[in-house]
């Protein structure tokens, strides 16, 4: 069996090498880039299992290299876990939104990064493996068939309700905006407010029950489907 390969884009040359030395020893490849451009030049080439990216680069900065990572055809499924001094709720909230995967702040400890890492490239194997269903915390969603089960019982969503949870579920941790939610739901061509997709969540909400807590509202910016343990989730609030 290959090697899953990582690419590391950090200008810090220790914490390159601390990555890259105890990358190795889980059984990583290991790539490691010390720019932007050169980040990106490598993550087209190489097209890794998944990408350790710093916010503080030279040349290209860390969130412009997640963008055209996700514009890139042939690199936009590649998970992005984002390492970065900046401990901020907003430079989460935007590195989310710049498609990163997930988000962790430095001084970090080594082995709960690369539990992190591991965590993601589950999620990528278990995506990879059947594009067409997800599940989650109770939840199941078959593209196919057009179904959802709630702890086991179907759920009886609308189409843009379905699209909605689908969205929302296959990114879990991402904060959407409302302008995401709308294209991904109804198409980048509709003409809807943002008010209706307020509605919509409420709606969908209701109809998952108790596994409402977890599709989170992100002040200023929109929502998104938290992933963590039941006790840790924010009870869901009204946007009204």
Known sequence: MSKQTILVIEDERAIGELLTYNLKKEGFEVQLATDGQDGLRHAQTVLPDLI????????IEGLEVCRQLRAGARTRGIPVLILTARSEEIDEVVGFQMGADDYVTKPFKIKALI????????????VDASDEKVES???????????VLIDGEEAKLTPTEFRLLWTLLRQPGRAFTRQNLMEAAMGDDAYVLERTVDVHIKSLRQKIARHAVRIETVRGVGYRFYDGPPSDATPAKSDD
Do not use: C, S
């Open 137 to 147: 915390h109770g939840i199941e969603i078959d593209r196919t068939q057009h179904r």
């Open 115 to 126: 539990q992190r890492i591991k965590a993601l490239l589950r999620r990528k194997t278990a």
């Open 52 to 59: 350790v990216l710093d916010l503080m680069l030279p040349v």
